[in-house]
């Protein structure tokens, strides 16, 4: 497991490196078939990581290189190369390189990489359990640019009622999982469209954090190498916060 984690270090590392030369100098947008945006640094990035991930022999699933069917693969890496696009377009510095090991359907590494911000986050980081300790003031965080009504009507029907004083932060990318993770916010609530690539190396850190990534619906935890890639909405917590 730690020559797999130093694998994904570098990788996402080198990917950061790339990106930046991309964000240093104009580039083009161009629209996927879902209309969600893309650009040369999420296509270079992700030509990097797999290049770099290679020896480890392990399948490789990329937002920008998914494979016909995965249903064979046990354990594979599930990597989104620059998560945050959107963030990206506007150059506020919140987007990430993210990269995971998932392992039986569950995520079990994880390396976030902010490149502006040049911090690393991994699910080995066992230091991040320790800085987590109750908030004075309950933090909840919304996407900087994906935030729905239905996550409002979410705060203001479960949450407010136990923290009638509660805050709401917004936050680009996998940020909000980092910072669930160091303790800096409780919660973060997300109805928006997202994929099994933009969570799962979050989730990974999360979870060896002492956190959980829930699906609303039920309570249980998210889910991967499901037959799609689409996650339903989902509440992150922070370790030792209630889930509600």
């Not at 040369?40 to 399948?59: F, V, W, Y």
């Not at 976030?112 to 359990?129: F, N, R």
């Not at 965080?141 to 409002?152: A, G, Q, Y």
């Not at 980092?178 to 928006?192: K, P, R, T």
Request: charged letters at 25%.
């Amino acid at each position: 497991m730690k020559t797999l984690l130093h694998y994904a270090i570098d990788a996402a590392l080198e990917a950061g490196k790339a990106i930046m030369e991309v964000y240093a100098q104009p580039f083009e947008v161009y629209t996927k078939d879902d209309d969600s945006p893309v650009t040369q640094a999420d296509l270079r990035a992700s030509n990097i990581i797999k290049e770099m991930l290679k020896p480890t022999g392990l399948p490789f699933i990329s937002e920008e290189d998914l494979p016909p069917d995965r249903s064979q693969f046990n354990r594979y890496w599930l990597v989104d190369p620059l998560d945050g696009t959107a963030e990206f377009v506007k150059r506020n510095g919140e987007f990430t390189v993210n990269i995971a090991l998932i392992d039986n359907k569950q995520p079990v590494l994880g390396v976030i990489y902010a490149p502006v911000l040049d911090k690393l986050w991994t699910s080995e980081d066992k230091q991040l359990s320790t800085l987590n300790s109750k908030l004075s003031t309950f933090t909840v965080l919304v996407s900087r640019s994906h935030r729905t009504p239905e996550v409002d009507a979410y705060i203001n029907k479960v949450l407010r009622p136990a923290h009638p004083d509660l805050v709401i932060d917004t936050q680009g990318s996998s940020l909000k999982f980092a910072c669930l993770a160091e303790g800096s916010a409780d919660v973060y609530v997300c109805y928006s469209k997202t994929k099994e690539w933009d969570t799962a190396a979050a989730d990974a850190i999360l979870r060896a954090a002492g956190g959980k990534v829930l699906r609303i619906s039920d309570g249980q935890p998210l889910e991967y190498s499901k037959k799609e890639y689409p996650n339903p909405p989902f509440v992150a917590w922070a370790a030792n916060r209630n889930a509600l």
